[in-house]
């Protein structure tokens, strides 16, 4: 196959090549996903000058991209980077043809070069990506179901029950209301999530453009000057809720933002737009980058044998010491407690453990030593909550 693969098309020499570029990833970014003008001006302008985009050519003719778009995850008080995957696509006569393995497996080794613990994805289908040992990581919220049964109750409600509560967009020019905003969001994010992307002015900034280009904004809920909870939405045909965070369970913030979507938005509510359970695919890229930030709730070793087809350097008997504060790695000879494929790590550290599966995969050592391993398991600190709702 006579291709030729661009690590990146800032690679490309000359203005007016790489302007080409630019104007044919535009062009294979609509043809693949259908998205109207406006949101994907927003991406072009606000993602692409950040991202690294690996491209696949035949001859002068582009095949097939994938976007890395980089951000900054925090991570139980310390924060690390990860590229979200997004934009994979390949012209529809070009597909099955091997070149979206390509690209995913280029973008794997060159990530693992970087050291980098883990990169996600939000997949079309989840069949897609398993062969590639991604893992379901994350399920959003349903958040337009939430707030279709919070409309119905607040329709009849008085708008004088809400006074003292006031919801208002996010305006980019309040420089302290976004600022304000984003120290609430951390906040909030950080007493019940073990991972999430960590907010900044600059995101919330960007994430007003992206709701725009949707018909839609990021609102604020305050009661008098403190915030409450926000919200932010996409109304091209229905309102679609991107993300809501407030104090768990607080049904006035959520009345509130139902009163506003009463009073303002009239594009047939949430009726029109058919929801999807959307959800996060996570993989582990560099086996000992990830696990070495990983606690247990006692001091405890497990000898694990990871195996991963795709990144041969993780492959190996590894000694695993949890404490409190983390664990220490180390290569060994010794006779492995378990053995996993670096996609059952993942589902492992990522809080999705499955007991009666590994009982019946054989892959824990001796039966008499079972219930001590899978004891030792359950001690782990795993990520079991994540909370990741970024489009691109």
């Not at 009345?255 to 695919?281: D, L």
């Not at 582990?284 to 350097?313: P, Q, R, Y």
């Not at 006779?335 to 494929?341: G, V």
């Not at 996609?343 to 453990?353: D, K, Q, W």
């Amino acid at each position: 196959m006579n291709i030729t693969l661009y690590d990146n098309i800032n690679e490309i020499h000359g203005d007016e090549k790489k302007d080409r570029a630019k104007e044919e990833i535009y062009g294979l970014w609509q043809e693949c996903f259908g998205d109207s003008k406006e949101y994907t001006d927003f991406y072009f302008k606000w993602k692409v000058k950040d991202n690294r985009i690996l491209t696949i050519y035949k001859e002068e003719t582009l095949c097939s991209m994938l976007h890395l778009n980089p951000y900054l995850l925090s991570l139980r008080g310390g924060q690390i980077p990860a590229n979200y995957i997004v934009g994979v696509a390949t012209k529809k006569e070009e597909r099955r043809q091997g070149l979206m393995k390509i690209l995913l497996e280029k973008a794997l080794h060159d990530m693992y070069l970087e050291k980098m613990p883990f990169t996600y994805l939000m997949p079309a289908a989840e069949a897609i990506y398993s062969p590639y040992d991604f893992h379901v990581v994350y399920e959003q919220e349903p958040w337009n179901e939430i707030m279709k049964a919070v409309t119905q109750d607040v329709k009849e409600k008085n708008r004088t029950g809400y006074k003292n509560i006031t919801v208002k967009p996010l305006d980019p020019e309040e420089k302290d209301s976004v600022k304000n905003l984003t120290a609430f969001c951390n906040d909030q994010l950080s007493k019940n999530y073990d991972i999430y992307v960590h907010r900044t002015p600059y995101y919330y900034e960007r994430l007003i453009q992206e709701m725009k280009s949707g018909y839609g904004e990021v609102l604020v809920c305050y009661r008098e000057d403190q915030i409450l909870g926000c919200l932010s939405y996409m109304a091209e045909d229905a309102i679609y809720i991107t993300e809501m965070i407030t104090n768990p369970k607080d049904k006035e913030v959520l009345e509130a933002f139902a009163v506003y979507f009463n009073e303002n938005i009239h594009k047939g509510m949430y009726e029109n737009k058919e929801q999807k359970t959307t959800a996060i695919m996570a993989r582990i890229v560099d086996f000992k980058a990830f696990v070495k930030d990983i606690s247990a709730t006692e001091e405890i070793g497990i000898v694990m044998k990871v195996t991963d087809t795709i990144l041969e350097e993780n492959n190996g008997i590894y000694q695993l010491k949890f404490t409190q504060k983390g664990c220490h790695i180390s290569e060994t000879t010794q006779e492995p407690d378990i053995t996993l494929d670096i996609a059952e790590a993942a589902e492992l550290f990522f809080g999705r453990f499955q007991r009666d599966k590994f009982i019946n995969s054989g892959n824990i050592g001796t039966a008499v030593r079972r219930e001590e391993v899978l004891d030792k398991l359950d001690k782990i600190n795993s990520y079991s909550k994540v909370f990741i709702n970024d489009v691109v």
